[in-house]
């Protein structure tokens, strides 16, 4: 049944290929900017869909199951654009801040397989608090990635490097995102490993 949160939701995953779209034309600090803009908007639409499913009590099996997906694409989608475009890339160690992205694919691959393992057992995984902020460290630092291309002169210096602002902030919340990411990907792999033979 398509209520007001699964529309919310469903926009989300139809306004992706859009976000990628501007994210895919490095220089273009305008489309940046626009895309900085349309995450912004996704992100309020994935708080709202879920606020307005459990406030007016229409969570739905729909809901449940396109929320976390949505959510899952847009970073998969944002991560790889963003890869690909060399924006992964700072100080020090250049291009190893790929692995900080990796690790957070990979884990969401992962606990999703988890999840589609333990279903038919009947065993939640619910989120946990560290998974919320690793949420957060996620959300923050792809934003503040995109920004970074949108406001090429937000710069400071460091010593003797000259750094972009917004681009060193998501870089930073990338890597704490990424360490998160590990600790409860293992939290949720102890709980699934209990119930495999």
Not at 59 to 69: A, E, Q, R, Y
Not at 74 to 102: F, T
Not at 162 to 191: K, Q
Request: aromatic fraction near 10%; glycine fraction near 10%.
């Amino acid at each position: 049944m398509l209520n007001l949160p699964n529309i919310l939701t469903l926009s989300r995953i139809v306004a992706i290929p859009l976000l990628a779209w501007f994210l895919w034309w490095p220089g273009w600090e305008v489309g940046y900017l626009i895309a900085f803009a349309l995450y912004c908007l996704m992100g309020i639409t994935d708080y709202f869909d879920g606020y307005l499913a459990r406030t007016s009590g229409t969570v739905s099996k729909l809901g449940i199951f396109l929320d976390p997906i949505a959510d899952k694409i847009m970073v998969a989608a944002v991560i790889l654009v963003l890869a690909a475009q060399g924006v992964l890339r700072g100080p020090y160690v250049g291009d190893m801040h790929v692995v900080a992205g990796l690790i957070i694919l990979m884990r969401e691959i992962a606990v999703s397989g988890l999840r589609e393992f333990l279903g038919p057992l009947q065993v939640s995984v619910p989120v946990s608090r560290l998974a919320k902020w690793k949420t957060t460290f996620q959300m923050v630092s792809l934003g503040a990635l995109i920004l970074g291309q949108g406001l090429p002169r937000w710069t400071v210096t460091m010593g003797e490097i000259e750094a972009n602002l917004p681009h060193t902030v998501g870089l930073t919340t990338l890597w704490a995102a990424a360490v998160l990411t590990v600790i409860t990907g293992w939290d949720y792999l102890r709980v699934g490993l209990k119930h495999m033979d």
